[in-house]
């Protein structure tokens, strides 16, 4: 009788056990980032209609501060714009504010990081960011990592090579490199890193990117849970279509000087997305940028585009 009720509850044990890895794979492990865009880091004291290029230091400072406060972040990543103009000066001062993170940094390239006639070319860009974050060891604006078993980290250089301009373009081998890395990550959730959205949270003709419809082209193929991180516009917008989720984030420098908190958990059957929208604690500073910012609801969003849970069905 004793072996048979010990067998019974084997068996039940068993079944128990089932059931819950069937709804929890062995990734399916949360993984929590933090996505930080639009410093626009200044070594000027001069602001500009939008942007309170004066006070980036205090207000990365502050957001550094609640970043590190924050329990189990498996990165930061900077959307672009980290900068606000391209001199060695200025990222070599926004790098060493950077490592007070306690987290490992990670960067996208934005339009105002580089230029290309001057100094700060993407090249020297990438030298220094090895130079300066032990965690930079790619030899390229563009990449790919895994930072957790389940998820592919895909960061893409939308700046163009040539001339000054707002506009972002994926070139040919770079969309070519996305569709091979792509290809080998359909068991994954995807997080694809750009300073420049996709879907643009407002229209504005000359922020787009050129080549949008061959970038949808290349994600139309695969059925993945995908989520595209973008700054830019500096404004808050969250969209789904279908499997692909649309991220849009504020600025630092501007109204409503904020960041996101993202966290992620893999499901056999579902992706879950989770974001907290974090603003300054620096309210006079965030009052000043508002009356400087014209249409500020615009850049704040709605409460759906700052607080919210997005699920993605797996396919």
């Not at 309170?52 to 990165?75: E, G, H, V, W, Y």
């Not at 995807?190 to 290349?218: C, M, Q, R, T």
């Not at 969209?239 to 630092?252: C, E, F, M, Q, Y």
Request: proline share 4%; hydrophobic share 35%; with cysteine.
């Amino acid at each position: 009788m004793k072996k048979l009720f010990k067998d019974c509850l084997y068996i039940l044990f068993v079944v128990m056990v089932m059931f819950f890895l069937s709804d929890q794979p062995s990734f399916s492990r949360s993984m929590k980032f933090v996505q930080l865009s639009d410093i626009h880091y200044s070594l000027i004291r001069d602001d500009t209609s939008y942007k309170l290029l004066s006070k980036t230091r205090p207000l990365l400072k502050d957001a550094i501060k609640q970043i590190n406060a924050q329990r189990n972040i498996k990165f930061v990543m900077v959307t672009g714009d980290g900068i606000d103009k391209p001199t060695k000066d200025s990222l070599y001062s926004l790098t060493e504010e950077l490592n007070t993170l306690h987290s490992p940094w990670y960067y996208v390239l934005g339009n105002h990081d580089t230029s290309t006639d001057g100094f700060l070319t993407k090249i020297r860009f990438v030298e220094i960011l090895k130079e300066t974050n032990p965690n930079y060891v790619f030899d390229s604006t563009y990449y790919t990592f895994k930072p957790q078993k389940g998820y592919r980290v895909i960061v893409l250089d939308g700046a163009k090579n040539k001339g000054i301009s707002s506009h972002g373009i994926l070139p040919e081998e770079q969309l070519l490199w996305l569709d091979s890395i792509l290809s080998k990550s359909k068991n994954d959730t995807v997080l694809i890193f750009i300073h420049f959205p996709l879907l643009p949270p407002y229209e504005s003709k000359g922020h787009e990117i050129i080549n949008a419809d061959e970038f949808k082209a290349v994600l139309k193929k695969y059925d993945m849970p995908i989520a595209i991180f973008s700054g830019h516009y500096h404004a808050a917008k969250i969209t789904k279509r279908g499997n692909i989720l649309h991220v849009s984030s504020p600025a630092l420098a501007g109204y409503p000087n904020a960041f996101r908190v993202i966290e992620v958990t893999n499901k056999a059957k579902q992706t879950i997305f989770k974001f907290s929208f974090c603003e300054t604690n620096l309210k006079d500073l965030q009052m000043k940028t508002k009356i400087m910012t014209f249409g500020g609801a615009i850049y704040y969003g709605k409460p759906k585009d700052r607080n919210t849970t997005i699920i993605i069905e797996k396919k």
